[in-house]
C-alpha cells in the first residue's frame, strides 16, 4: 500500500515539534551563561541540572575557573584544532564518528529493503520497520545504561557485536553463492535477515549514540564548536561514501563486501580500547585534566 509523501512528511514532523516544544524546558548551559558573565543565571542553571538540594559551589568553581582560563586563550581556527594540545580529543572524535560510518550502518539502513528482498524477507517494509523499532530500543536501553556502564564498554561492546554480526552476513552470503541447496539456501537467507538485526541493535547500543556524546565531552569549551563542526562534516563524508560505494561493493562481492564491514568493526573494538578515555563520571574539568 503506498502512502502519500505529505503523509510521511506530516508523520515525521511530530517529533521535531515535539522537540521545540521540549526546549522550552531545558536549562541553558551552564558553561555558556559563565562565559557570558551571567553568574546567578549560571548557578540557577547548574542546580536545575544537579537538583536544588545539591551543594554545587565546588563545581562552580571549576566551572568559574575553566572559563575565566578559556577567555585567556586566543580565538581558534579551523587550523588550530591540529595545535598538539588538540590531538588526541580530535583523534578520538574524528575517529570514533568515522569507525561509526566505515562499519557500513547506513548502507545497510539505506539498502535494507533490497537485502530483506534478496535474502527471501516476504515484505521489505515490515523488515525495514522492525529495524526502526529496534533502533529505538536500544538506544533507549543505552541511554539507561551508560552512566552505569560506562562509555568504553558499551562502545567496545557494540563494535564486537558489529563484527560478529558482519561476519555471519557476509557468510551466508557466500553459502548462498556456493551451494546448489534450496534448504541450504533458505536458512542462509534466516541468518543474513537475523544478523542484519542483530547489527542495528548492537550498533544503536553503542556506536550510534556515543560517539556524539564523547565528541560533545573531550574538547575545551573554546574549540568545541568548531571541532565539533569538522568531526560532524567528516562523519557525514564517510556516510556518504560507504552508502555511494556499497552498491558496487555488492555487486563485485556481497560476502567481500561484508568482510571489508567486519575488519573495520574490529579495528573499532582496537581504538576504543588503546585509544579512547573512559568519561564516565567526570566533570567537564575533570576530563580536560586527561589530556594535559
Known amino acids: 500500500m503506498a502512502v502519500p509523501w505529505r503523509s510521511l512528511a506530516i508523520v515525521g514532523a511530530i517529533?521535531?515539534?515535539?522537540?521545540?516544544?521540549?526546549?522550552?524546558?531545558?536549562?541553558?548551559s551552564p558553561r555558556w551563561l559563565a562565559k557570558s558573565g551571567r553568574t546567578d543565571a549560571f548557578k540557577e542553571a547548574l542546580k536545575a541540572l544537579r537538583g536544588q538540594r545539591?551543594?554545587?559551589?565546588?563545581?562552580?568553581?571549576?566551572i568559574e575557573e575553566s572559563v575565566a582560563d578559556d577567555n585567556r586563550q586566543p580565538k581558534v581556527n579551523l587550523f588550530d584544532l591540529f595545535q598538539k594540545k588538540y590531538q588526541k580529543p580530535l583523534i578520538i572524535s574524528v575517529g570514533l564518528l568515522t569507525f561509526q560510518q566505515l562499519g557500513g550502518i547506513n548502507a545497510l539502513i539505506f539498502y535494507s529493503g533490497t537485502i530483506f528482498t534478496s535474502a527471501g524477507f516476504?515484505?521489505?517494509?515490515?523488515?525495514?520497520?522492525?529495524?526502526?523499532?529496534l533502533q529505538v530500543a536500544m538506544t533507549g536501553i543505552a541511554a539507561a545504561l551508560v552512566e552505569k556502564a560506562g562509555r568504553r564498554l558499551l562502545l567496545m561492546l557494540s563494535a564486537a557485536g558489529t563484527t560478529v554480526t558482519c561476519f555471519l552476513v557476509g557468510l551466508s552470503y557466500y553459502v548462498q553463492a556456493n551451494t546448489a541447496s534450496a534448504d541450504v539456501q533458505t536458512y542462509m537467507g534466516y541468518l543474513s535477515l537475523s544478523s542484519l538485526l542483530v547489527y542495528v541493535a548492537f550498533f544503536s547500543l553503542g556506536l550510534g549514540p556515543l560517539p556524539w556524546v564523547v565528541m560533545s565531552e573531550v574538547f575545551p569549551s573554546n574549540v568545541k564548536g568548531r571541532a565539533g563542526s569538522l568531526?560532524?562534516?567528516?562523519?557525514w563524508l564517510f556516510?556518504?561514501?560507504?552508502?555511494?560505494?556499497f552498491n558496487l561493493l555488492l555487486t563485485w562481492s556481497a560476502p567481500g563486501a561484508f568482510g571489508i564491514y567486519t575488519v573495520i568493526s574490529a579495528l573499532t573494538v582496537v581504538f576504543v580500547a588503546f585509544i579512547v578515555p573512559e568519561t564516565r563520571g567526570k566533570?567537564?574539568?575533570e576530563i580536560q585534566q586527561i589530556f594535559r
Not at 231 to 235: E, G, K, M, R
Open 54 to 62: 545539591t551543594d554545587v559551589v565546588v563545581e562552580a568553581e571549576d
Open 283 to 285: 566533570s567537564l574539568e
Open 15 to 28: 517529533p521535531c515539534a515535539l522537540l521545540v516544544i521540549g526546549l522550552f524546558f531545558i536549562p541553558e
Open 239 to 245: 556516510a556518504w561514501v560507504v552508502t555511494l560505494t
Open 231 to 235: 568531526a560532524t562534516v567528516l562523519n
Open 122 to 133: 516476504p515484505s521489505s517494509d515490515i523488515g525495514s520497520l522492525s529495524l526502526a523499532v
